[in-house]
């Protein structure tokens, strides 16, 4: 592997200078176009050969999203007959990477309530009025259009995610307050992000407050539920995972009624809103089954749980390249300052995060954690809501936007912080 690395660094050398060929004999177009995926390719490749920069391989690979999508978008937003902004594919893939999100997770993470009730009062009332508020003083500062700045005040709105909890590790802060703020977030978002969303954002795009609602639910609760049920029955008795098993033999005939007749005889006499409450039911059910299942798979192959965050950063990847190329001709109006906009709402999280967990007397490591917590939002969630209202190409370029810069500056504060212990506390 290491070979394979120290070669792709060479090939990354060519590639760079073939670009800069290509860029200064402005005659010869097709030079620099495939040279700058070269080098992001083989970059993003050999960049595991450096060990000061090995931890940054995953946010190499999202900016050769980034660099792919905006040099060739027709090619990823359709392959065939196949639309890759599909709302029920984006759906699916969403789903995907907040299971993968949610293996990560457990619901013994619930258990550091006990011990940090005060650090995740701070964390959530900071994260979900912080980020949100200060999105919509970004909007009003750069003159972003609507939808736009529709999606910037939305990933602002957005629980944090699995990054915050890597982040912290990597900073050597307090893991167990990180892990619980982000369940508790996770948990909250349904009800909070599109309460946020209609205060914030209802002047600027249409926002249904309980679709929306339902929305997260499908893309944020049943995944992880289904990611729960599985870490239930890994420590669960006998007689636990018999009910358990029968349970989803309960929602596998259901489904299947459903799909063969119940649905058209209830959907003829329900309202919308009760065919809407009924699909995010059906929804759960299947993700009963969904656990159960993936649970008999990991009784056969228990290294399984190792593999699935890999699916949840090709999940992300993809809506970060189908993201890029459908807003390519608002990138290039708007991405300088839609990148500045990120960095100072990043930044901002990190500083109030910080300084807000001090002034209310947490110690300094869980101030690190709560800077965490609040300056890293999901972005994958932020991109999965903007997908099923069919605005990828606006709502979510924030998304796209937002989540590069989030990981490498996260892993730059991460390492800064690491290197620079607390001293005078003790480490969580």
Known sequence: MKALQKICLGISTISLLCLLAGVIMTAV??????????????????????????????????????????????????????DLRN??????????????????MSIRDFSGLASTGKGVLIGLACHFSVMPLMGLLLTKIFHFEPEIAAGIILIGSCSSGLAS??????????????????????????????????LLAGTLIEVKFVAMMMEIIKIVIVPIGAAFLHDYLKH?????????????????IWLACQYLFLWDMMSAIMSPEAAQSLTVFNFLTGAFITGAVYHQLYTRYTKIDQYIPYLSMFGIVYFTTVTTAAGRDNLM???????????????????????????????????????????????????????????LSTVGLAAAV??????ISGS??????RKHPVKDEQAQ
């Open 29 to 82: 177009v097709n030079i620099w176009q495939p040279a700058a995926v070269s080098l992001a390719v083989s970059f993003a490749i050999g960049i595991g050969a450096i060990p000061a920069l090995k931890n940054y391989q995953y946010t190499a690979w999202i900016i050769v999203a980034v660099v792919a999508a905006m040099i060739y978008p027709h090619a990823f937003l359709k392959w065939g007959s196949v």
């Open 236 to 252: 669960a008795s006998p007689k636990g995972k018999r009910n358990a098993y029968l349970i989803t033999a309960a929602c596998v």
């Open 333 to 391: 109006h708007v991405g300088v300052l839609l990148f500045l906009a990120s960095v100072i709402h990043n930044g901002a999280g990190y500083f109030f995060g910080y300084w807000l967990s001090r002034l209310f007397k947490l110690d300094k490591n869980s101030a690190r954690t709560i800077a965490f917590e609040v300056g890293l939002q999901n972005g994958g969630m932020a991109s999965g809501l903007a997908g099923t209202m069919g605005k």
């Open 412 to 417: 730059i504060l991460a390492n800064y912080w």
């Open 87 to 104: 709302k029920w594919l984006i759906l699916i893939i969403v789903q995907m990477v907040m299971f993968g999100m949610g293996i990560q």
């Open 402 to 407: 937002f989540s590069p810069w989030m990981n």
């Open 165 to 198: 909890n890597v982040m912290v590790y990597l900073a050597r802060a307090n893991l167990v307050l990180s892990v619980t703020v982000t369940a508790m977030a996770t948990l909250v978002a349904p009800f909070l992000t599109p309460l946020l969303m209609r």
